[in-house]
């Protein structure tokens, strides 16, 4: 059974940083693509940040230069968030496909306010 634990959202005061974690268990972490998606009140879910099995990343253009997103060989996707500005704000969340199937965490929320 595959499965996706966001953590690490939270407040932060624009400029800010913040990291999110995303634990995967069910799958061969390191054969899969995996990528951050992020859900603003009244938007649709976007595609933040990818990173796909040999190492290489893509990002959205509203984020290059700021996010950075990286994986671990224990089964852990991350996403480091620099000069967070309140248009970042949204709820974050991790996703895998696997054999044509989406799966998504329940995500976490980033809130940037002064």
């Known amino acids: 059974q595959v499965q996706l634990v966001e953590s690490g959202g939270g407040l932060v005061q624009p400029g800010g940083s913040l990291r999110l974690s995303c634990a995967v268990s069910g799958i061969i972490f390191r054969l899969h693509a995996m990528g951050w998606y992020r859900q603003a009140p009244g938007k649709e879910r976007e595609l933040v940040a990818g990173?796909?099995?040999?190492?290489?990343r893509t990002y959205a253009d509203s984020v290059k230069g700021r996010f950075t997103i990286s994986r671990d060989s224990a089964k852990n996707l991350y996403v480091q968030m620099n000069s967070l500005q309140p248009e970042d704000t949204a709820v974050y969340y991790c996703?895998?496909?696997?054999?044509?199937?989406?799966?998504w965490g329940k995500g976490t929320l980033v809130t940037v306010s002064s």
């Open positions: 990173i796909d099995t040999g190492g290489r």
């Open positions: 996703s895998v496909n696997v054999g044509g199937l989406d799966y």
